[in-house]
């Protein structure tokens, strides 16, 4: 069992790597954002970043994940090409189309979205950036398919460290605020597709075919309503803020999520791992067995994560560098959001989990409604709290809504394909857990209390009876380097198609 627990620990997951460094920008931007634009204007940013994300899904509709599965799967290089340009174009022309709707109409969506048509060259830059996005995403997928991970790294890196130093120069020395957000977010697009040129000139033709466009589309298009519904579950509370509040309280929230996100990193590296792992996996005899450890362990370092940060968020934000704290006093605040958001996206985890049964015994048909109801769960909620706990009051409804998810998929997950979880062993973490962040938290907040606490956390597992016998020297026995091997070439392929699901 530890054997194989092993391999999903070492699994080389470079595209996992490149993507969680892609969004680790949200936080080295942070303090730049937080010292040098107020909460007003970091709600303006918030608010357009999140329906850049919607329209994102919108535009690529499914043809993304299609692409990959179909490009994969064909052997004709002539197949290939009509795959590329199909996928190529048909995400191109409608973020073309968006972008000239936004032109046109940019006065009146500024006005509906951010409350002033101020903002209209906003809207007309991010419809620019999601154009350019949209040029770069079946190339990028095409690196992916034809397994250059190197160069898809190098090129994701280089769009971070191009994408941080235009916003620092545009931001902090040419004090453009929010407009020289976008600037900054338009130059790296631009620039990340100028360096996939040369990947896509191999396959780049002005064609699209109508058959190949029917298949890409019958097989990705069913994948947007759960995609959609999943990414409005993390951020239509921007959006339900600014009606109930203001724009201030927007961008403390958003800076505050940002911040509990540090929770979603960690997840994400384990979903690059985890579909190819289980997929391999469950031929073995022993599966289910495998399965249950593997959540057992999973949930024993997302609840360490969870007290290191939400004990110590207070004290990193406030770290200061000579008169230079790492966020503006201004968004201070912003962390009494972050312990839901980071139970939130362990409940997102759980989530990743119980997918299971659903893949497995291809059901996948469940999504949509799973993740609607979920959708309606945070809705409902953050109309229903707001209004008593403000910002907090919105973090919590995406803390019932992941909940929502986890035990919906896992009632579904279990009909489908049964597992026996430890649930003794995770009652015990859960208490222990608890017991930490109460104390921590609540009653001995001095920096040293909460250091006490936090060392004290996997002794109170031990005499809790959480540790099996011989299973902390075979935990630690996973992180030896000596042990690393590489993935195979078939986990790397289903890795690509199912992140993209």
Request: hydrophobic share 55%.
């Amino acid at each position: 069992m530890f054997e194989s627990i092993k391999r999903l620990t070492s699994h080389s997951a470079v595209y996992g790597i490149s993507t969680i460094l892609g969004r680790a920008i949200s936080f080295l931007l942070l303090p730049l954002y937080t010292h040098f634009l107020s909460e007003a204007d970091y709600g303006v940013v918030t608010l357009v970043l999140a329906w850049m994300g919607i329209m994102t899904i919108i535009s690529t509709y499914g043809v993304d994940a299609a692409f990959l599965r179909y490009y994969i799967l064909t052997d004709s290089q002539d197949g290939k090409r009509h795959i590329f340009n199909t996928g190529f174009w048909s995400i191109v022309l409608l973020s073309a189309a968006i972008l000239a709707f936004s032109i046109l109409l940019a006065s009146p969506l500024a006005n509906w979205m951010l409350d002033s048509a101020g903002f209209r060259h906003v809207i007309i830059l991010m419809a620019g950036i999601l154009l350019f996005d949209s040029m770069s995403i079946i190339p990028f997928l095409l690196l992916r398919a034809e397994e250059r991970s190197s160069l898809y790294v190098t090129l994701k890196v280089a769009n971070v460290v191009v994408n941080f130093l235009t916003t620092y120069f545009w931001v902090v020395k040419l004090g453009r605020g929010v407009t020289g957000v976008f600037e900054a977010n338009l130059i790296s697009s631009i620039f990340t597709f100028l360096t996939l040129l040369p990947v896509a000139r191999r396959h780049l033709r002005p064609t699209l075919r109508r058959a190949v466009y029917l298949d890409l589309l019958k097989f990705g298009l069913p994948y947007l309503p759960s995609t959609l519904s999943v990414f409005l579950v993390d951020v239509i509370d921007r959006f339900i803020l600014k009606q109930l509040t203001d724009l201030d309280t927007v961008g403390l929230y958003g800076a505050g999520c940002k911040l509990g996100m540090l929770m979603n990193l960690l997840i994400a590296a384990f979903r690059f791992a985890w579909h190819p792992f289980f997929l391999s996996t469950a031929k073995e005899p022993n599966a289910k067995a495998i399965f249950s450890r593997v959540f057992t362990l999973f949930l024993l370092v997302c609840a360490a994560c969870f007290l290191g940060a939400s004990l110590f968020i207070d004290e990193l934000v406030r770290f200061r560098l000579g008169s230079f704290t790492l966020f503006g006093k201004a968004y201070w605040d912003s962390t009494s959001v972050v312990p839901a958001i980071l139970l939130a996206y362990i409940f997102f985890g759980a989530y990743v989990n119980f997918i299971i049964g659903v893949y497995l015994e291809k059901k996948t048909s469940a999504l949509p409604f799973i993740t609607g109801l979920a959708l309606g769960v945070k809705i409902a909620a953050t109309y229903a709290l707001v209004p008593l706990l403000g910002m907090n009051g919105a973090a919590l409804g995406t803390t019932l809504a992941y909940l929502t998810m986890a035990v919906a998929l896992y009632f579904v997950a279990q009909r489908l394909y049964y597992i026996t979880y430890e649930w003794t062993r995770v009652v015990k973490l859960v208490l222990a857990a608890a017991a930490v962040f109460i104390l921590g938290y609540w009653i001995w907040p001095a920096p040293w209390q909460k250091v006490a606490l936090l060392l004290a956390f996997p002794v109170l597992l031990f005499s809790m009876g959480f540790f099996e016998k011989g299973e902390l020297r075979r935990l630690s026995a996973l992180f030896d380097k000596r042990g690393a091997k590489s993935s195979s070439h078939t986990e790397q392929r289903a890795s690509t198609i199912q992140d993209e699901m």
